[in-house]
């Protein structure tokens, strides 16, 4: 059992031994009864020399290798989504080529499994001066999607939320962009806790007068929305929109603090789930959902529930730095050579938070290699002195 010198809660370093059992990946062919999309974050290339203004420096084999891991699991695929750092390192005009990439090299009958975040980032801060403005963009990155093949998530609009003050506001935009869909659409309603310049999205900060405004869109819309992804962090809030969500209307889970119960259901409905925990938690997630297809609900249990304190720890606040604690954890199973993010931000988080992750990890069977992790761990706390 390898084992790693850690620093403890008191400041001292204490020796940690990996114990836990990697969970081995569900056998072929792997089959889930729930939706499940993982959204999936990027790779870096460390050697490029591009400032972050110029744009973001990708690892395109790493990034483009890791969606085909999470396609050959079952998983979909959310592209250029908030876990790939859309708005915070990367932007439209690298989102779009991610886009372009990630469908090319998926089989055509996987493409389907892979979901496009359509947003307004190529408009710069304050930029929009109406609605108009808003659309149009909205509509320039839903014709790139469109033509390529890909599904759309309608992203939150940070310049939607600077400009918009009613609910008929939001109604009215988004009701223009539905029109235009091809097909069904998935709307993205992303709390505040995972981008603070969303608070007051839909027009109130109130939740039951959000979930009115966003019952009144489905409704108005309902050939043209599949679903919608609800990032609260707030179990009771989602139940409760579940439950008055048009029939044929998918609730997408994007709760990575509650998913196993929500996942589960009860009994009246279930979520199914696009989640940023996929990415990290691939393989025990992957196992979790093959053992509910085949009946099997303590198992499902017995896999996915462990995964729950080390998510919660990866997505505590502030959470819109979670995707460090994905990057993170890639680098530790050896889905890319380093622990670089793009713009810099593997840097958001501080050295006690790492060291949990890796005690947490080990707990819940995430580690694929405890061995390949703990001498990558051991290499990550040279950096900040100790055992040197």
């Not at 080529?97 to 389907?112: N, V, Y």
Request: aromatic share 8%; net charge negative; charged share 25%.
């Amino acid at each position: 059992m390898p084992a790693v010198d850690l620093p403890a809660a008191d400041g001292r370093l204490e020796r940690v031994r990996l114990t836990g059992t990697p969970v081995e990946p569900p056998r072929a062919p792997r089959r889930f009864s729930r939706i499940a999309i993982a959204a999936v974050h990027v790779v870096a290339d460390p050697l490029a020399d591009c400032e972050p203004a110029d744009g973001a420096a990708i690892d395109w084999e790493a990034t483009l290798a890791y969606r085909r891991h999470l396609l050959d699991l079952g998983f979909g695929v959310a592209e250029a989504m908030d876990t790939a750092q859309r708005g915070m390192g990367l932007g439209w005009p690298d989102a779009a080529r991610l886009i372009e990439a990630s469908l090319a090299a998926a089989d055509p009958g996987e493409r389907g499994r892979i979901v496009c975040g359509v947003g307004t980032d190529q408009l710069d801060a304050g930029a929009a001066r109406s609605t108009d403005d808003i659309v149009r963009a909205y509509l320039e990155q839903l014709s790139f999607v469109e033509e390529r093949g890909g599904r759309v998530v309608l992203m939150a609009s940070r310049e939607l939320a600077r400009i918009a003050r009613r609910p008929e506001e939001y109604a009215d935009v988004l009701g223009r962009v539905l029109a235009q869909c091809s097909r069904p659409a998935i709307l993205h309603w992303l709390g505040e806790m995972f981008d603070p310049a969303l608070r007051g999205y839909w027009g109130s900060a109130d939740f039951p007068d959000q979930a009115q405004a966003v019952l009144r869109i489905v409704a108005d819309n309902r050939a043209k929305v599949d679903g919608i992804k609800l990032s609260l962090l707030d179990a009771g809030h989602e139940i409760a929109l579940r439950r008055r969500l048009p029939e044929g209307i998918v609730m997408y889970t994007g709760d990575d603090f509650n998913f196993p119960d929500l996942i589960l259901g009860d009994g009246e409905g279930h979520s199914d789930a696009l989640l940023g925990i996929f990415d990290p938690v691939a393989v025990p997630a992957a196992a979790a959902l093959a053992a509910l297809a085949g009946g099997d609900r303590d198992g499902y249990r017995r896999l996915l529930d462990p995964t729950v304190p080390l998510s919660r720890h990866i997505f505590r606040a502030p959470t819109r730095h979670y995707k460090t604690g994905v990057v993170f954890l890639a680098w530790l199973n050896g889905f890319q050579d380093h622990f670089t993010m793009l713009a810099g931000a593997q840097s958001m988080r501080p050295l006690p938070y790492f060291a949990d992750l890796l005690r947490l990890a080990d707990r819940a069977g995430a580690l694929a290699d405890p061995e390949l992790a703990a001498a990558r761990m051991k290499r990550f706390l040279a950096l900040y002195g100790i055992g040197r």
